[in-house]
C-alpha cells in the first residue's frame, strides 16, 4: 500500500502559503470529487478564478471518463529541488492515481526555475510515451513562453484526451504512430501563393506555344524531308553511372523510458525550460 506521508516540502510550502503580503497573487486550488485531491494547483497564481473553473472541470472530465489522472500544478518556485524528483513525490504523496495500478499524468510548472516536468505513472507511462511527450511539449511550450498560461493547459489536456483515446485502441501515439500536427496559419496563404506562381508559368508556356513563327534551335528543323540518307550508324558505349544510398538504421524502437521515485513508485516523464 502506498504510503500517505507528506514530504517536508510540502509541508513548508503550506506553512508559507499561510501567510502572503497585501497584494500578493492568491493561488487558486481547485477541489476534485470527494475525496479526492484536486487536479488542479494553482499555487503560482497563474489563472484567475473563472479559468481554474473551467480548466478543473476540464481535468475532472477526462480523467473520471479515462479512468486516469490528468493533474496540473504549478508552483513559484521548487527551491532548488529537481523538477522530476519534485513532480514525481507530489503525484506519491498527495495521493493522486486512479484504478489498480494508480495511473496518472502529472504537469508541474515552475515560474522561478522556468522549468516543466511531466510525470506519469501506471498505466499512463504506456499511455504517454517519450515520443508522444515531446510531441505534446511541442504542442504546449509556445503558449507557455509566451505567458499564455491558461492556452497552454487547456492545449495540455486536450492532448491528454486525444493520446487516451488512442491508448484504448491497443497502440498508443509513438515513433512512426504521432499525431498530424496542425497547420501553421500561414500555410493556407503560402499555399495560395505557390498556386499562383505556379498558375503564372503555365500560362507563360501556354502563350509562348501559340506563336506560329519563330526560329528552330535544331539545324534538322531546317532540312529537307528525304534529302539525308544514313548508310551506317552503331551504338557506342561509354560509362555507366551507380548512386547508392544507405538505408537509415532504427536505433529507438520507441516506448517509455522509466525511472524510481523517492517514495520507491515507477514513473515515467520528461521535462524542459520555457
Known amino acids: 500500500m502506498k ?3 507528506i514530504p517536508l516540502f510540502l509541508a513548508a510550502a503550506v506553512s508559507v502559503s499561510g501567510v502572503l ?4 497573487v492568491q493561488p487558486v486550488t481547485v477541489m476534485a470529487e470527494s475525496g479526492h485531491p484536486a487536479r ?3 499555487n503560482a497564481g497563474l489563472l484567475d478564478e473563472d479559468e481554474a473553473l473551467e480548466l478543473e472541470s476540464k481535468l475532472d472530465e477526462i480523467s473520471q471518463e479515462y479512468d486516469c489522472d490528468v493533474v496540473i500544478l504549478t508552483e513559484e518556485s521548487i527551491n532548488g529541488a529537481e523538477p522530476m524528483d519534485y513532480a514525481d ?3 506519491d504523496y498527495e495521493g493522486y492515481g486512479m484504478g ?5 499524468i502529472l504537469f508541474l510548472i515552475t515560474m522561478s526555475e522556468r522549468k516543466w516536468w511531466i510525470s506519469t505513472h501506471g498505466e ?5 510515451t517519450d515520443a508522444g511527450q515531446e510531441y505534446m511539449a511541442e504542442q504546449f511550450q509556445s503558449d507557455l513562453s509566451d505567458g499564455y498560461y491558461y492556452d497552454s493547459f487547456t492545449t495540455f489536456a486536450d492532448l491528454c484526451q486525444e493520446f487516451l483515446v488512442q491508448a484504448q485502441t491497443g497502440e498508443p501515439f509513438d515513433k512512426g504512430n504521432l499525431p498530424e500536427k496542425p497547420l501553421s496559419p500561414w500555410a493556407l496563404p503560402i499555399s495560395i501563393g505557390i498556386g499562383l506562381v505556379i498558375a503564372l508559368i503555365i ?4 502563350r509562348g506555344q501559340m506563336k506560329t513563327v519563330r526560329m528552330k534551335p535544331d539545324a534538322a528543323d531546317y532540312m ?3 534529302s539525308l540518307q544514313i548508310t551506317r550508324s552503331n551504338d557506342v558505349f561509354l560509362y555507366h553511372q551507380v548512386t547508392k544510398t544507405a538505408k537509415p538504421k532504427d536505433d529507438d524502437s520507441g516506448g517509455s523510458s522509466v525511472h524510481t521515485s523517492s517514495s520507491g513508485e515507477t514513473h515515467g516523464g520528461s521535462g524542459g525550460s520555457f
Request: proline fraction near 3%; charged fraction near 25%.
Open 224 to 226: 529537307v524531308d528525304g
Open 124 to 128: 499512463a507511462i504506456y499511455d504517454f
Open 40 to 42: 488542479l494547483v494553482d
Open 203 to 206: 500560362t507563360g508556356i501556354m
Open 100 to 104: 489498480e495500478d494508480n495511473s496518472g
Open 3 to 5: 504510503k500517505k506521508i
Open 21 to 24: 503580503p497585501i497584494g500578493a
Open 89 to 91: 513525490d507530489y503525484f
